[in-house]
Nanobody, 122 residues
């Protein structure tokens, strides 16, 4: 019944890496777009990485060159490889599925995962 389930978050030092996973139901994985959003207290929600069903990717400027979004069609799993992590990357990270708008997942209707916490210390 759970559409999206994130895992892989944790606490790391600046410069470290984490790999987030999002296990998706068949229906969620069949969405035109999927992506990763993050939310930190006092900061606006940010769509950090997006991928279309065709594999086209789009990244926020804040993570470009450091994060890589990918998906495994055989496992219905979305990934976010996060390298060179910075304290400003600290946030709750959410997996989202939905329609596409300009290559980015439209998060208005979901589904959304419950999130996984990423904490980067310096």
């Amino acid at each position: 019944q759970v559409q999206l389930a994130e895992s892989g978050g944790g606490s790391v030092q600046a410069g470290g890496s984490l790999r987030l996973s999002c296990a998706a139901s068949q229906s969620a994985y069949s969405s035109a777009c999927m992506g990763w959003f993050r939310q930190a207290p006092g900061r606006e929600r940010e769509g950090v990485a997006h991928i279309t069903s065709a594999g086209t990717t789009t990244y926020a400027d804040s993570v470009k060159g450091r994060f890589t979004i990918s998906k495994d069609n055989a496992e219905n799993t979305l990934y976010l490889q996060m390298n060179s992590l910075k304290p400003e990357d600290t946030a709750m990270y959410y997996c989202v599925a939905g329609g596409c708008r300009m290559g980015r997942v439209d998060p208005r209707f979901g589904p959304w995962g419950q999130g996984t916490q990423v904490t980067v210390s310096s």
